[in-house]
């Protein structure tokens, strides 16, 4: 069983920059990030699969997201930047022992563990 504990989440304005970390504490091989704001259904973010480093973005964060990680600390960072009120929600992050690629990447279904989520809001 691998937990995953996330944060990083907070309070910034329109064009701010936040983190978010996600420590998983087993091994994984893919990892990402979902969102769901309020009265939305559950959407994805981003995903990095641990060997290649292959990435994927949704495309409304393309360019404004990006990774890092800490493979000693097993740890994941999530770097947003030029944040909109549209990305206020609360974010969750999500690992598999299996590496997911191409489209399987984007779907919440194949991953099998979750953390609790951290509300990221962005004011206008």
């Known amino acids: 069983q691998v937990q995953l504990v996330e944060s990083g989440g907070g309070l910034v304005q329109a064009g701010g920059s936040l983190r978010l970390s996600c420590a998983a504490s087993?091994?994984?091989?893919?990892m990402g990030w979902f969102r769901q704001a309020p009265g939305k259904e559950r959407e994805f973010v981003a995903a990095?699969?641990?060997?290649?480093?292959?990435?994927y973005y949704t495309d409304s964060v393309k360019g404004r997201f990006t990774f890092s990680r800490d493979n000693v600390k097993n740890t994941l960072y999530l770097q947003m930047s030029s944040l909109k009120p549209g990305d206020t929600a609360v974010y969750y992050c999500?690992?598999?022992?299996?590496?997911?690629?191409?489209?399987?990447?984007?779907?919440?279904?194949?991953?099998?563990?979750w953390g609790q989520g951290t509300q990221v809001t962005v004011s206008s």
């Open positions: 999500a690992a598999t022992t299996r590496t997911l690629t191409g489209s399987s990447a984007y779907m919440g279904s194949l991953y099998d563990y």
């Open positions: 087993g091994r994984t091989f893919t």
């Open positions: 990095i699969t641990w060997i290649g480093g292959i990435t």
